[in-house]
């Protein structure tokens, strides 16, 4: 990685109702913002570690700018999402980062709590040795992760999000257009309570990812909740 090299984080605040959505029922709206608020921040801290790259973090609403100036996001370039649906804003985040004079662009978000420092260090690796794009596949067939060596606007336009089919159409998309790619490990989202429980099977049985908060919000919540249920 060098000083051409850029990661992005798209954030929202975590507001209840306005974030994890589908994870309620079985958590309230207070309690899948809370989690939320822990995958932001862990993932925030992951991007922490890396040297040599410009941090930046795209956050919505717009009025949301004075909480994500706390303390967890110091480093970050704050910038505001711009655009409709999530591939307007995210071509947008990466158009910006390439106009700023970034060489190559990685897109993470809080969905995936396994992501590492070393998972991003790989996606610039497969940029340096050529790669015009780079994806990280989600299990439930989204992706967790975007690499890209130049802007590449059309590959977020027209994609049905929060679809199975959303990677094989971005797939389909650097096929069309010539455009080389690389694969990186499968990964879990927590987008579903199916995915929630999966993550706290996860989480017990070992000790990567170490995720703090989001560990610590599971932990709690499991203290807090009769009959070990979320509430």
Not at 81 to 87: A, E, K, R, T, Y
Not at 120 to 142: K, N, Q, T, W
Not at 199 to 207: C, F, G, I, K, V
Request: with cysteine; hydrophobic share 35%.
């Amino acid at each position: 990685m060098g000083g051409g090299d850029a990661i992005i984080l798209m954030g929202k605040a975590p507001m209840p109702g306005k974030v994890k959505t589908r994870l309620c029922p079985p958590l309230s709206p207070r309690r899948a913002a809370e989690l939320y608020t822990a995958l932001l921040e862990d993932a925030a801290e992951v991007t922490g570690s890396l040297r040599g790259v410009r941090r930046y973090l795209f956050f919505s609403p717009p009025e949301s700018k004075a909480y994500f100036s706390s303390v967890h996001y110091f480093g970050f370039s704050l910038r505001e999402q711009s655009g409709g649906d999530l591939g307007e804003r995210m071509a947008h985040a990466t158009g910006e980062v390439f106009t700023d004079g970034a060489r190559r662009a990685v897109m993470i978000g809080a969905d995936c709590p396994a992501m590492s420092a070393d998972r991003i260090r790989s996606a610039f690796a497969e940029l340096c040795r050529g790669a015009d794009a780079v994806f990280g596949p989600a299990e439930d067939g989204g992706v967790y992760l975007i690499g890209l060596s130049a802007p590449a606007p059309r590959m977020f336009h027209g994609i049905e999000w929060s679809t199975p089919a959303v990677l094989q159409s971005m797939l389909s998309r650097c096929r069309n257009t010539s455009m080389t790619y690389s694969l990186l490990p499968v990964e879990s989202d927590v987008d579903t309570p199916e995915d929630l429980a999966a993550l706290r099977e996860r989480l017990r049985a070992r000790s990567r990812p170490p995720c703090t908060r989001t560990r610590g919000w599971l932990k709690g919540c499991r203290s807090s909740s009769p009959r070990g249920r979320s509430s």
